[in-house]
């Protein structure tokens, strides 16, 4: 009796993995400008089991867009089961990737862009000395002004970790980043989770990637800045877990 129970416990939990299979996405991250994934920490803590796979780029590499999407198509496996969530920077690598004809479930673009989000200011990228600048101390008294300790522990890490001359070169794609609309809009459903207070990205660049979508859904979350994932980590994870399932 103890062995046919035991038995069906197994065929049980094997059929339930099974069908999580199906009912649980895959959440694939990509992350922002440093493209060491290490903002994505109290996201993930607030995911639980969702199944993901954080990508990460190059610290002392520098790499075009074309060559970042290779490089995200070498570390991941999509298909109809996966939903791909793209922060700020990232938006032109999934776009990029989207062009390549891989598979989704869906798309999740947060504070993200198809274009220069603020042209005439970036443009300056062009022309200021931004490896330089990107070598000095980051202002504590402007971190512990607008972020909490735990964040500005990992914004601490990732200036150590990531070479200046990669941030500048990346920033400078960002500032000649253009709009490139495809002749069908793509029919998986988009979600884009915006911060109410993103100074950095405008509402303008949400209606830019709208043109891209046939199903577009805005989700704005409030008392929130462009560091969206990491402020209000646990409103985002919520909305991405239902998204998920």
Known sequence: MHLTLTVICKVFQLLFQTLRTFIVKKLILLPCLDGTGLLFQPLLEQLGDCPTQVITYPTHTNLSL??????VMQQAVFDQNTVLLAESFSGLVALALL???????????????????RPYLLKLANYLPLEILFKL?????????FLKPPLIKIIQQVHQRVSPAVLAYRLRLIANARMELEQTPW???????????DWAVPTRCINELKQYFIRFEVITINDSGHFLLQTQPKLCAKHIRNICV
């Open 66 to 71: 074309e060559q970042l999407t290779q490089h």
């Open 99 to 117: 062009r390549e004809g891989i598979e989704l479930h869906s798309i999740i673009f947060c504070a993200s862009f198809a274009s220069a989000p």
């Open 137 to 145: 101390p980051l202002p504590a008294l402007a971190l512990k002004t």
């Open 187 to 197: 029919a998986i459903p988009c979600y884009y989770l915006q911060a109410a207070n």
